[in-house]
């Protein structure tokens, strides 16, 4: 079935620091979309892809969407304390069109 | 602006007792969710809903059940809870889209305790 990996599972960063974090799948996916939790809340929508190849920012955020479709890439620049949370990705369920199919996730903590 | 809004925030059950969670939403949003998230496992999809009346499984319905009696309104029930059922449980709702990509809006989530 669909599954989408995410690495790392989790990072320790430095203020300052650029950050990268991946997911890829076997499966193709026709949209990448990338959530953010912070802690105690419900995961919110950062950016959505939907064409192969395309690059989006979002403030400090950059997200690719893979040119084979299979993987795609978030980096964010100039880390600070309020990026700590666990980031998601998540695309379309090929068996519904209701259904999104999620990562498991990359957790940011910020080195003290 | 409320969007999604889940109660109770927290619950401790035991073992055998049955709780609803409420998940309410005002933004008119057709599709409704139900998902827990465990450590290190993502959000798994419990039930879902279409419209109002309609209820679907998602990946893990064992043991839950849900009803979508009014638009704004998704119930999530467990009838005798079990210890493997603490988690945290999110809603989130959104609207259709020609492609599976609306935005979808989660409400905080619920801390589930079943001792």
């Known amino acids: 079935g669909q599954q989408l990996n995410q690495s790392p599972q989790s990072m320790f960063i430095q203020e300052g620091e650029d950050v990268s974090m991946n997911c890829t799948s076997s499966s193709i996916f026709n949209t990448w979309l990338w959530y953010k939790q912070d802690p105690g809340e419900g995961p919110v929508l950062l950016i959505a892809l939907y064409k192969a190849g395309e690059l989006t920012s979002n403030g400090r955020l950059t997200a690719q969407f893979g040119i084979t479709r299979k993987d795609s890439f978030l980096n964010i620049s100039a880390s600070i304390p309020s990026d700590v949370g666990i980031y998601f990705c998540a695309g379309p369920s090929f068996h519904s069109n209701y259904q999104l199919i999620w990562g498991a996730g990359t957790k940011l903590i910020i080195k003290p | 602006n409320a969007g999604v809004t889940q109660t109770p925030k927290f619950r401790v059950l035991k073992t055998g007792q049955s709780m609803t969670l409420l998940c309410a939403q005002d933004?008119?949003?057709?599709?409704m969710y139900w998902y827990r998230q465990d450590p290190g496992m993502g959000l798994r999809l419990i039930h879902y809903?279409?419209?109002?009346?309609?209820?679907a499984k998602g990946e893990v319905p064992d043991g839950y059940n849900v009803s979508r009696l009014k638009k704004q309104n998704f119930l999530l029930g467990l009838e005798s809870a079990a210890p493997s059922q603490t988690s945290v449980y999110f809603c989130a709702s959104r609207t259709p889209g020609l492609e599976n990509t609306g935005e979808l809006f989660f409400g905080e989530g619920s801390r589930l305790t079943v001792l």
């Open positions: 933004m008119n949003h057709e599709y």
């Open positions: 809903s279409v419209g109002e009346g309609t209820t």
